[in-house]
T-cell receptor
Framework: DGGITQSPKYLFRKEGQNVTLSCEQN?????MYWYRQDPGQGLRLIYYSQIVNDFQKGDIAEGYSVSREKKESFPLTVTSAQKNPTAFYLCASSAGGASSYEQYFGPGTRLTVT | GEDVEQSLFLSVREGDSSVINCTYTDSSSTYLYWYKQEPGAGLQLLTY?????DMKQDQRLTVLLNKKDKHLSLRIADTQTGDSAIYFCAEREGGGNKLTFGTGTQLKVEL
């Protein structure tokens, strides 16, 4: 069964702690993405990676970091520098290339920082 | 940068048609998309339209694209309670893979 998994579904952390959100895909997709969703603001792109060992900042990368050491994995670290980290985080992947039109989404992780 | 706008809420009666509207600013958009998000879940692609088309129909869904006005709409015929969700439009810029999403429209279907 191909798809994208994100774990955990809910995550709670204290302010000042770094936290890493997991994203794994078995779709053999080259490109992966991290989005942040806040009520009334839609999805905003944090980071994306078009190929292993390469990634680019999206629109709101400050306070976040990523790695792409394996094709199937694209973990996101929310650092203590992120001023307002509480949000719903969505990971997505796509086959990449101009002919690929669809991004497939994981179920999301809701992060609450207190 | 690119900007995609949608109204935040829409309420319809079961059996009526729903029309969700979206405006965008990037004239180099190649694909435009409609995604559906149910509560607490990820996004599911509903349909998409290539920028050289002006209409696409897929069962109960009709997408209209007015490229001159940069306006995209999604019509859902015979709306059911299971259609209650947030609907996002998105545009794909030029030849890249990045998508820019709208704010989402919360569709509520009442009995």
């Amino acid at each position: 069964d191909g798809g994208i998994t994100q774990s955990p579904k809910y995550l709670f952390r204290k302010e000042g702690q770094n936290v890493t959100l997991s994203c794994e895909q078995n779709l053999n997709h080259d490109a992966m993405y991290w989005y942040r969703q806040d009520p009334g603001q839609g999805l905003r792109l944090i980071y994306y990676s078009q190929i292993v060992n390469d990634f680019q900042k999206g629109d709101i990368a400050e306070g976040y970091s990523v790695s792409r050491e394996k094709k199937e994995s694209f973990p996101l670290t929310v650092t203590s520098a992120q001023k307002n980290p509480t949000a719903f985080y969505l990971c997505a992947s796509s086959a990449g290339g101009a002919s690929s039109y669809e991004q497939y989404f994981g179920p999301g992780t809701r992060l609450t920082v207190t | 940068g690119e900007d995609v706008e949608q109204s935040l809420f829409l309420s319809v009666r079961e059996g009526d048609s729903s029309v969700i509207n979206c405006t965008y600013t990037d004239s180099s958009s190649t694909y435009l998309y409609w995604y559906k998000q149910e509560p607490g879940a990820g996004l599911q692609l509903l349909t998409y339209i290539f920028s050289n088309m002006d209409m696409k129909q897929d069962q109960r869904l009709t997408v209209l694209l007015n490229k001159k006005d940069k306006h995209l709409s999604l019509r859902i015929a015979d709306t059911q309670t299971g259609d209650s969700a947030i609907y996002f439009c998105a545009e794909r810029e030029g030849g890249g893979n990045k998508l820019t999403f709208g704010t989402g429209t919360q569709l509520k279907v009442e009995l």
